[in-house]
């Protein structure tokens, strides 16, 4: 069974930075993309950043220069370096993997950013 399990979340004071790992396990092969995306109460789940097995990776406007994702292939890990962070980007962070098999896709269970002082 393949599982995603976050961490790295916390409270942050405005400007500071957190960094937010994302470890895949169980039996798999043939990763299509991996990302993270956010949610706060009342609002649609949305994207953060993606990045595909080649490496391309994508932003929301709201993240460009102060987000960046990046991974290890070698632990099947996704990270998400936080920078800059400001009271919008208080949220549950959720992290998704995306197969190359059917775009079977797995969901972490989240982890909260709280960006407050």
């Known amino acids: 069974q393949v599982q995603l399990v976050e961490s790295g979340g916390g409270l942050v004071l405005p400007g500071g930075s957190l960094r937010l790992s994302c470890a895949a396990s169980?039996?798999?092969?043939?990763?299509?993309?991996m990302g993270w995306y956010r949610q706060t109460p009342g609002k649609e789940r949305e994207l953060v950043a993606t990045?595909?097995?080649?490496?391309?990776?994508t932003y929301a406007d709201s993240v460009k220069g102060r987000f960046a994702i990046s991974t290890d292939t070698a632990k099947n890990t996704v990270y998400l370096q936080m920078n800059s962070l400001k009271p919008e980007d208080t949220a549950v962070y959720y992290c998704?993997?995306?197969?190359?098999?059917?775009?079977?896709?797995?969901w972490g269970r989240g982890t909260q950013v709280t960006v407050s002082s």
């Open positions: 990045i595909t097995s080649g490496g391309t990776t």
């Open positions: 998704k993997m995306v197969m190359d098999i059917y775009f079977i896709t797995y």
């Open positions: 169980g039996r798999f092969f043939g990763i299509h993309n």
